[in-house]
């Protein structure tokens, strides 16, 4: 499940849903928030993005199906998915049943009535298909005068501490170069705290200002997104995708792909990618993933690369000095309203493979 919405000056941007039964990929929501400190517009704002209908299935999807068989039957379990997709649908049938009859007088009416309950199953308006999708275009390298947004990305395995009670797990996770210390420091801590039941460790609520986050980065309409990506995960090869752009390898000029030569980065390599945002690029949020294996996404290997007005600066919302990369900021612009932005990641860990 993926669900991105940007709600901006602008209006909603993007809304998406893969669903096939009990298949039903699980990824990560992101919903950026931007709060203008004047007026907002009511007009909603229009993708230039290519789009196709919400029922055709993805060639990903269909090579994931065939895989997930592969490993079924290898696994000595042929059938096995079949026999859960039947039993599932039956019992989301019955549950179906059970949101009508627990309908309460303030649900009565209304569009979104019963969706109360209906996104415990995944049945809510908000999970809806629509014809919103990811893919990447043909892009080409930056012109010498662009304005240059520089970023120096490592993939890395880390303990994600979820709570201030100490549940965690072993994931991984894109940070800032300059922030690994800080990432290793705060896993430090959070180990230590698991000793003592009244110590919270470094987690904060709303993770705010926490080194161990998703990572956030910006970039401007008409600036050049350069980014150098290391893969420092223990055996294990890496991507960094950012869905529904035009991200290329500097090197040879391919798509930035997993389908591309130099699209996945092997443990302990690196690689340079760049992306020259048109000027009219739609606001809004993009996902960063790596497509090299379902685990690393599920698992927390995910971010969020935002597209801002031309001219923005980003602004720390703490001391208000510039700031890299976080969920939480202050955009401002000469020439446009500044306004407060929020990143909402939604994030369901779990194991793609079903082990």
């Keep these: 499940m993926f669900l991105s919405v940007y709600i901006s000056k602008g209006g909603i941007y993007m809304l998406r849903r893969i669903t096939k039964g009990w298949k039903s ?26 789009t196709k209908k919400a029922h055709d299935r993805p060639v990903w999807l269909e090579k994931l199906e065939t895989q997930i068989d592969y490993e079924e039957m290898m696994s000595g379990m042929d059938g096995r998915q079949d026999r859960l997709d039947k039993t599932f649908m039956q019992l989301m049938d019955r549950l179906q049943n059970k949101i009508k009859e627990h309908a309460t007088p303030a649900s009565s009416g209304g569009g979104f009535h019963d969706s109360w309950s ?33 970023y120096d990305v490592v993939a890395i395995n880390v303990e994600i501490t979820l709570n201030q009670w100490g549940d965690y797990y072993p994931g ?37 200002g926490d080194a161990i986050q998703p990572l956030v980065i910006r970039a401007n309409q008409g600036d050049c997104l350069r980014v150098t990506f ?43 990618f760049e992306w020259m945002i048109p000027i009219d690029e739609q606001e809004g949020s993009h996902m960063i993933q790596s497509h090299a294996g379902r685990d690393p996404s599920s ?15 980003y602004l720390d919302p703490w ?35 079903f082990r």
């Design 299 to 313: 698992l927390g290997l995910t971010g969020v690369m935002i597209v801002e007005p031309k001219g923005s600066k």
């Design 25 to 50: 990929w699980q990824m990560l929501a992101i919903l950026t928030l931007a709060f203008s400190f004047g007026l907002v517009s009511n007009a909603t704002a229009a993708s230039d993005h290519k």
């Design 172 to 208: 991984y996770t894109y940070v800032l170069k300059d922030d690994v210390e800080r990432v290793r420091a705060e896993e430090e801590k959070n180990a230590a705290a698991r000793e003592d039941e009244l110590d919270p460790g470094a987690v904060t609520n709303g993770l705010q």
């Design 230 to 272: 290391s893969n420092e995960l223990e055996d294990e090869d890496a991507g960094f995708q950012v869905n529904g752009s035009a991200m290329i390898i500097s090197s040879s000029g391919l798509p930035a792909t997993a389908a591309s030569t130099g699209g996945i980065t092997a443990s302990g390599e690196s690689q340079d």
């Design 319 to 353: 001391d208000s000095k510039p700031m890299k990369s976080g969920w939480e900021a202050m955009i401002t612009n000469d020439d446009e309203r500044d306004f407060r932005e929020f990143v909402l990641i939604y994030h369901e860990v779990g194991d793609e493979s």
């Design 118 to 150: 209906a996104h415990q199953l995944q049945q809510s308006y908000l999970l809806g298909p629509t014809e919103a999708k990811q893919e990447v275009f043909k892009g080409a390298h930056c012109p010498s005068n662009a304005p240059v947004k520089k």
